[in-house]
């Protein structure tokens, strides 16, 4: 319940959210931390009654489909530019690269880059890492997946 609360960056503070709903979602995603951190991301974009209706829609799906469905949420909030920012971050390895590494990937403007990374941050859908002076920037394998599974996707609709 504190990661979700935490994630949602003050959301569901004091009466926004009781513990009950909070279990009802953990309930419901089956407690994987990372999943959690990206359902928290959401609630910042729609709420907790969405977010609630949402999963419980999904409750009787396989695993698999869960994840899928709160990623497809996520992707559905994003902006274009912070689309093809996440899609660029797929390339970055599980050590992460900088940011300037991922300026030259993404081949966005810098101020595009700057605020997609800010808000794929807070949505929990990219990791910040302090490595001494650097700030590293990576993806999770769960998102990872996810993406991958999104370009086969569209490449299979599109004909190729």
Do not use: K
Not at 8 to 17: S, Y
Not at 39 to 64: T, Y
Not at 93 to 113: F, H, K, Q
Request: aromatic share 6%; glycine share 10%; with cysteine.
């Amino acid at each position: 319940l504190a990661l979700l609360r935490a994630c949602a960056g003050g959301r569901l503070a004091g009466e926004a959210a009781s513990d009950a709903d909070l279990h009802e979602v953990y309930a419901v995603v089956g407690g994987n931390p990372h999943a959690l951190r990206v359902v928290g991301g959401q609630l910042l974009i729609f709420g907790l009654d969405v977010v609630l209706a949402d999963l419980r829609a999904m409750r009787s799906r396989r695993v698999e489909q869960l994840y899928a469905h709160i990623y497809r949420r996520a992707w559905e909030g994003l902006n274009a530019a912070e689309r093809h920012l996440l899609l660029a971050m797929a390339a970055v390895d599980a050590g992460g690269e900088t940011l300037d590494y991922i300026m030259r990937l993404a081949d966005l403007d810098d101020r595009l880059v700057l605020d997609g990374i800010e808000t794929l941050v807070v949505r929990n859908l990219v990791e910040q890492r302090a490595q001494n002076r650097t700030v590293r920037y990576t993806i999770h394998n769960l998102t990872r997946t996810f993406l991958y599974q999104q370009i086969v996707d569209w490449g299979a609709a599109a004909g190729g």
